[in-house]
């Protein structure tokens, strides 16, 4: 199972059994990680995964998602 948790002002949060892969479809080697943050601002050096820098850049997202049906 996984979760992902969505931080306010911050990345997404991922934890659990997951497999991330890139646009051709091969699976990133996450090296045996159980969790790990992915970026949301777009500024990381080290898409997708956060490095930090949506301190420095003063990224701002407040968590207001909606469950919709059909989807």
């Not at 949301?40 to 998602?65: E, L, Q």
Request: hydrophobic share 30%; glycine share 10%; charged share 25%.
């Amino acid at each position: 199972m996984c979760r992902v948790t969505v931080n306010a002002h911050g990345p997404l949060r991922i934890e659990g059994d997951f497999t991330i892969v890139d646009p051709e479809g091969r699976p990133l080697d996450l090296k045996g990680r159980t969790s790990l943050a992915l970026c949301r601002c777009g500024a990381s050096r080290n898409k997708p995964f956060c490095d930090g820098t949506h301190n420095t850049v003063n990224f701002r997202s407040i968590v207001t998602g909606e469950v919709t049906s059909d989807r």
